[in-house]
């Protein structure tokens, strides 16, 4: 593992009743980098995401974070190491005020005590005037800067976002993008799950394209539009041998 | 002042200071105390069910181990009944942390097993073999102990506590960590939060007021059969009292008890031959029409409720 990268997966398997989700993957992730993770529906990048952050333990294969093995762990404890996550369909406490969804991580995340603000960081994500609302009254793209904000309060060392650009109107896109960018300058690294490639070439400094829960390109997008075998996977309709 | 002290003040103090005093203006001692007994019930209800979403259709059991944790202890050792209350605490904690896997269910699932668990419970106590130790069927009955004035000094003493637990939880960061595991697990998880241990120790803090409810129950009464202490009917009032309040709010389970049980005496005592048509009506259209609670017509207003 070199000394610049937060996240190294070797072989990483992941098996639902038989069918290989994951299949030996194999990524790193640079201190600071934003990754985009690219791929045909089915092709594992949310299992990828879910594995890294706890949701599933994997059947096989590594990964090591800050230069530790952590596969496997449980969630809470992946976040007090310092990887966090948004999910696809986002996933606040819907009873709960904006304030206290944060609140929540503030407390448990594994952050010093007055290192996060609650009201500051609602205000970064142009949340301060819902604070006091339930999240189950947000709309859904403010709900999704929720579930970013709850991740954030937790200090993440690696940021994993489950396709956050989804439903977002352009000008909401490109501060979404600016945002992004804004954490990986200020050190964070982040692997970005994402379909629209216009917000994908936007934001990120390298991709890796996965098909059939396997990598099959790592480099910039505009070297992987050029791949053969990435044209095949996206175009072909069918899995790239 | 602080939000917490608002609460103790205005909600605890006033509620406790008026159990106190009731038994000098108001004749009915056992229906004081078995309002003492619900309050607390309906509060401990709360903790596991409003806090963490788990709905424990085999409280009882908790109970029923506490009255026994309790009368054992005199029983067997002659404890004086202060310690034998300790007793109670320890019975409950017991059969809780036994019974901490069912966590791992969910839903009607986790409510159908805690019965189960209960029911169990039941039997194995009142297994005629263990008469030695627990009297089986025949029930238990304690000598020398007798003191209802005790008994319910100390019932007031159980319920503030739980009140306290309430007030805690709905103050503090632990309380508000509950709420999120109750809202989503798995977001829960991810805010950092230890969702196993946070349930568990819901879990045993709820059994523990269930079970001292029951040590204070066998003191108050000293005879009593397992069938009285593991009657159902202790599990559905303290959720049906916790729901119809409206439960993770201090406020919720106290109004619910002091309306609902107050409303099951009046018809009771006052005509009986409709006692349970009303009362089930009165269940039903609270289901139909204010499932979150009577505390959710404030609520609705966008009035904070304790």
């Known amino acids: 593992m070199s000394p610049d990268d937060i996240l190294r997966i070797d072989g990483l398997t992941k098996i639902f009743f038989g069918f290989r989700a994951l299949d030996g993957l194999s990524l790193h992730v640079s201190r600071g980098e934003i990754l985009g993770l690219v791929g045909p529906n089915g092709s594992g990048k949310t299992t990828c995401i879910n594995v890294v952050s706890g949701l599933y333990a994997p059947e096989d294969g590594s990964i090591r974070f800050d230069g530790a093995e952590v596969a496997g762990l449980a969630q809470h404890k992946l976040v007090h190491r310092g990887i966090n996550r948004t999910f696809q369909v986002p996933k606040p406490f819907m009873q709960l005020s904006a304030r206290e969804n944060v609140e929540v991580a503030i407390a448990y995340g594994g952050a010093r005590q007055g290192e996060v603000d609650a009201a500051a960081l609602l205000g970064s994500l142009n949340l301060d005037a819902v604070a006091n609302r339930p999240a189950a009254e947000l709309n859904s793209a403010q709900q999704k800067m929720l579930d970013l904000a709850r991740a954030l309060a937790t200090k993440p060392k690696l940021l994993l976002v489950d396709e956050l650009a989804a439903g977002l109107n352009p000008a909401e896109l490109d501060w979404v993008a600016a945002k992004l960018k804004e954490f990986a300058r200020s050190g964070m690294s982040i692997i970005v799950v994402e379909h629209l490639m216009g917000f994908i070439e936007q934001v990120t400094d390298r991709v890796v394209v996965m098909n059939a829960g396997k990598e099959i390109f790592g480099g910039t997008l505009g070297e992987a539009v050029q791949d053969k075998q990435v044209v095949e996977v996206f175009l072909g309709g069918g899995h790239a041998h | ?306």
């Open chain 2, 1 to 306: 002042m602080p939000r917490y002290a608002k609460h103790i003040l205005f909600i605890v103090a006033p509620l406790v200071a008026a159990f106190a005093i009731l038994p000098f203006a108001y004749n009915n001692q056992l229906l004081l105390f078995n309002f003492v007994l619900f309050l607390t019930l309906a509060q401990g209800v709360n903790v596991i069910y409003g806090f963490t979403g788990y709905l424990p259709f085999g409280y009882v059991g908790f109970f029923g181990a506490g009255a026994y944790g309790f009368s054992l202890l005199i029983l067997h050792l002659h404890a004086p009944p202060l310690a034998a209350m300790g007793g109670a605490a320890v019975a409950a904690l017991a059969i809780a942390l036994l019974l901490t896997p069912l966590l791992r269910l969910s839903g009607a699932y986790f409510s159908i097993a805690n019965l189960a668990a209960a029911l169990a419970l039941m039997q194995f106590i009142s297994n005629p073999n263990l008469e030695a130790i627990t009297r089986g069927p025949y029930g238990v009955s304690m000598t020398g102990v007798f003191n209802p004035r005790l008994a319910y000094t100390m019932a007031l003493i159980v319920m503030a506590g739980a009140m306290l637990v309430a007030v805690w939880l709905r103050n503090s960061r632990f309380g508000l960590a509950l709420q999120a595991v109750r809202e989503d697990p798995v977001s829960a998880a991810q805010a950092g939060v230890d969702v196993p241990r946070a349930r568990a120790y819901a879990w045993l803090i709820s059994a523990v007021i269930a079970g001292l409810a029951g040590g204070v129950f066998a003191w108050y009464v000293t005879v009593f059969y397992p069938e009285n202490v593991f009657s159902s009917d202790y599990s559905i009032f303290a959720v049906v009292f916790a729901l119809f309040g409206g439960v993770s709010t201090i406020l919720g389970p106290i109004v619910g008890v002091l309306i609902l049980y107050g409303v099951y005496n009046f018809i009771g005592f006052s005509t009986p031959q409709y006692f349970q048509l009303i009362y089930g009506a009165l269940i039903m259209a609270l289901v139909l029409f204010l499932p979150q609670g009577l505390i959710s017509l404030v609520k609705r207003r966008g009035i904070d409720v304790p």
